[in-house]
């Protein structure tokens, strides 16, 4: 059972707890299942100008090449990613500036942008789309990361709990599988945007009343409170504190002031690596790579997903549409499969630590094994899209959400991990960020396969595999970093014998 600093569970934290894993699962990675909804958008004619005949040089037939309309589809998941990962980083800073409420207040009205955009879309303003889905990316990652600081309710479990978010994060992709569902069913994209968008309510309600103003600190003091609670809580403890006595009003002046001290003390340590320190560290740096890595093989895949089943299926909708749903229903698995990588990062948290080490040392070796199994299924998620093997893809969708799954989680946990929580927003987000610059590639990468390579992005894959081993470099280098660290731990503990030994 989860528990809580004090020794008692707190239902207002269980509240919290439950109310932003649904919020993870139906608002925050709605763009992770595009494949879903282009298929009814394909239905409904968007983009259906860009659709042409063409002959087949070899067999002489006509035939309907829609790879124009594949490309602007592609495009639109382009830069709905691109500029989530730009973003990242001065929402990071609004974060740490401004606190919760105003970064989810930001978050809600670009959801509510993107969604009634969507409601009000007709095939003739198909180019809306590429705000929609970008407000609606964008709005779903300011929400998640608000929702990672939950971990800090809990101790023990707080690498786990940041990355079961994340694999609601993922599964919430479904939300477009069921409006996909729906729609085979005679409900329209109208109507069910327009629900999406009524949903803003229920955001607005959890930002004031289940979630606080400012931060959750980490380690949580005991009198933290927040939300709907905090007044009450406030006015409980002035009364307290009139009915106390002389001596104990003295005793708990003092014991505040010992804590504060204590807290001044933390706070000065944890501000000893500024910003620009962080920044410019090598752990940083590496990690930058590795965060490029993983995006870059999974954003290609992703803006390619619906044009590749639709190339192996040889323009078979049927099998389109049931690819389409398996990959969907694979994502809804993505917060099964995220605790386990919470699990790896949390596994040494109730042994003692080594005599010398630190808490961060024992985390960041801890987070070794995570960001290698996570580097490995990168590679082999990338072996299996790159294979023109149409059955093969059920591995690669168990894989890619797997990978996702990790890839997320570990990113946080490990930004938490490396550095102070003080800058935890702006590290997150600026890693993200600076990766887009990479990830703004994709533009002529998909343009290279729409126009040289005739729609197939074999040879496109292929190099996408080979980058994917520059993610081994971070696991590497978090070990051999960790190993100097305990040789320098070594050396120390042997000079201070030397010097006893003298005297």
Not at 109 to 115: F, R
Not at 182 to 191: I, K
Not at 443 to 459: E, K
Request: glycine share 6%; proline share 3%; with cysteine.
């Amino acid at each position: 059972m989860l528990e809580f600093p004090g020794g008692k569970a707190k239902l207002h934290y269980w509240l919290t707890l439950l109310s932003g894993l649904l919020e993870s699962l139906f608002f925050t990675g709605l763009a992770f299942g595009w494949a879903s909804l282009v298929f009814v958008l394909k239905g409904d004619g968007y983009f259906a100008g860009y659709c042409v005949n063409a002959t087949r040089d070899n067999e002489h037939t006509v035939y309907i090449d829609c790879s124009g309309q594949d490309e602007h589809f592609s495009l639109i998941m382009c830069v709905a990613f691109i500029a989530s990962t730009v973003m990242r980083f001065p929402v990071g800073f609004v974060f740490d500036r401004f606190g919760t409420t105003a970064t989810r207040l930001l978050a809600i009205s670009l959801y509510t942008t993107g969604t009634l955009f969507i409601t009000l879309l007709k095939e003739e303003m198909s180019l809306l789309l590429y705000p929609a889905i970008s407000c609606i990316n964008v709005s779903g990652m300011i929400l998640h990361t608000t929702n990672v600081q939950v971990g800090n309710l809990f101790h023990f479990y707080r690498s786990t709990i940041i990355t079961i978010y994340n694999g609601a994060f993922d599964s919430s992709a479904a939300v477009f599988l069921v409006i996909k569902l729906l729609h085979e069913r005679g409900v329209s994209l109208f109507s069910s945007f327009l629900f999406l968008t009524s949903c803003s309510i229920i955001l607005l309600l959890r930002t004031f009343l289940l979630m606080p103003r400012g931060h959750i600190p980490y380690p949580l003091p005991d009198t933290f409170t927040y939300g709907v609670s905090c007044s009450e809580r406030r006015k409980e403890k002035k009364n307290e504190t009139k009915e106390m006595k002389k001596e104990d009003i003295m005793r708990n002046q003092s014991d505040q002031q010992a804590e504060e001290t204590k807290a001044g003390h933390e706070s000065k340590q944890e501000e000893v690596a500024s910003f620009r320190s962080c920044v410019l560290s090598w752990l940083f740096l590496w990690h930058l790579l590795w965060v490029l890595t993983m995006l870059f093989c999974q954003f290609i895949f992703l803006s390619n997903v619906n044009a590749m089943l639709t190339r192996l299926s040889n323009n078979d909708q049927n099998l389109v549409s049931h690819y389409t749903n398996a990959f969907a229903f694979t994502q809804l698995c993505s917060v099964l499969f995220a605790p386990v990588n919470g699990l790896i990062l949390d596994r040494h948290k109730k042994r003692p630590i080594a005599s010398g080490e630190t808490r961060r040392e024992a985390d960041l070796r801890s987070s070794c094994l995570s960001l290698f199994l996570t580097s490995l299924q990168c590679f082999l998620f990338c072996v299996c899209f790159t294979c023109p093997v149409l059955p093969l893809q059920y591995l690669t969708f168990v894989l890619q959400v797997v990978n996702s799954s990790f890839f997320y989680g570990g990113h946080q946990a490990f930004i938490s991990i490396a550095f102070p929580m003080s800058h935890f927003g702006k590290m997150s987000g600026l890693a993200m960020s600076l990766s887009a610059l990479g990830l703004l590639l994709q533009v002529p990468i998909l343009h290279f396969i729409q126009h040289q390579l005739h729609g197939d992005p074999l040879y496109v894959n292929v190099a996408v595999t080979l980058v994917s081993l520059l993610a081994f470099i971070h696991p590497i280098h978090i070990r051999l970093y960790c190993r100097k660290l305990a040789k320098l731990r070594t050396n120390s503990k042997q000079e201070i014998d030397e010097d006893l030994d003298f005297f």
